[in-house]
């Protein structure tokens, strides 16, 4: 049985698909005018690896993460840099798909654009002032929040303390300070679409909501994104959606929110200017390297963004990827069966999957991967055994097809490799011509490397 926390409801509750062995995703993608921030990949990497655990359960994924190339910030963009809304929206989709294609992300999300989704979306807003739960108001349209009793339900929020609590600015077209925009009227030089509204462009709630009901219909599994956008973006989502159905629809039944990436205890984001992109990390550590660092914290836990916690992670997969490695070069021919072997991995599979079913418990299934490692190797210091070949096959398949992570040797690894085994055979050479002090010198400087070295025999 599969348990997913439902920020929902704020309780685990068990996964129940709408239609047997398939399940539909839709996750919050990125407003395209800037290079993906490294706390933005996280979401990515989480939610691509739930899609993997669906689907090596043998669920067919509908997945679903949008582009939203149509915005202040992008129209912002373009003039800094003399270009058209569309140009620099290209651009930056370039680029997150050239980064996030380094971190090993399935090929099958469909990924919309606003832009290419206006019809759908005039037609949605339509829907929803004929239904009565939305007005025209000099040119924009808003949605009539009092219209819809269970506004403030996903967040949690009562609607007469949301007045209180939120930061509403004044505006003399909304009716209440809390309806939204679901259309804004055009201003000068401003790109725009025609609409029985005004000439102008959609807000960005509506957006997903539009875009989600496209490719998944009015109800669907699983929406997700980063905590942050719980409230507002989320919690209007869901009313303008279940309201464009004349609430006769669940809209998402799951909510999944993945918690902040922080430096320093703080949210990276790049409106606090604490943020360092995804392609700058990728500059020193693999893609492989992110996502283990990412899956080693609960996805609903903040994580701490440092140089010392990336490099825990990048020593901590090499030792994975080096023990598989090594059982590759082991000879079993004339090995014996061993059925020991045979009930770790009957347990390691049961666990790993347990953990993943547990609200996709990615640090605890990453502990099981320790512990048949560590079952494993107790064992190869007795005999060497015909299941070794099981081992790693087990192994690869649930590192590679459900954490997604390569496991690929970078060839610096490889040469780094190579330079210890010939600095070893250099101090074994020392120590066989009874030089300890270059012996010591070697070693002591391997150590401050992070790498331990033992005396071998030496003939």
Known sequence: MMKIYNSLNNKLEEFIPIEKNKVGIYVCGPTVYNFIHFGNSRPVIVFDTLARHFINKGYEVNFVQNFTDIDDKIIKRSIEENLSFEEVSEKYIKEFMNDIQKLNILNIVKRPRVSEYIPQIIKMIQNLIDNGYAYVSGGDVLFRVNNYSDYGKLSNQKIEDLSVAVRIDKNEKKENPLDFVLWKEKKDNEPFWDSPFSKGRPGWHIE??????????????????GIDLLFPHHENERAQ???????????????????????????????????????????????DIVRFFMLSTHYRKPINYSIENLEISKKTLQSIIENISRYKKIDIINSKNDDDIKDYIREFENNFNSALDDDLNTPLAISQIHDLIRKVNK????????????????????????????????????????????????RDEARFNKNYALSDKIRDELLKLGIKTSDRKVK
């Open 208 to 225: 997903c909501s539009a875009m989600s009901k496209e490719f998944l219909g009015d109800n669907f599994d699983i929406h997700a994104g």
């Open 241 to 287: 959606s279940i309201c464009s159905c004349n609430e006769k629809s669940t809209f998402a039944r799951y909510w999944m929110h993945n918690g902040f990436l922080e430096i320093n205890g703080e949210k990276m984001s790049k409106s606090l200017g604490n943020f360092i992109t995804l392609k700058d990390v990728l500059k020193n550590y693999s893609g």
């Open 379 to 426: 064992k190869l210091s007795e005999n060497s055994f015909k299941e070794l070949e099981y081992v790693i096959n087990i192994l690869e398949k649930y590192i590679k097809n459900v954490l997604g992570i390569e496991m690929e040797i970078e060839k610096n690894d490889d040469i780094t490799e190579k330079l210890i085994e010939l600095l070893n055979s250099i």
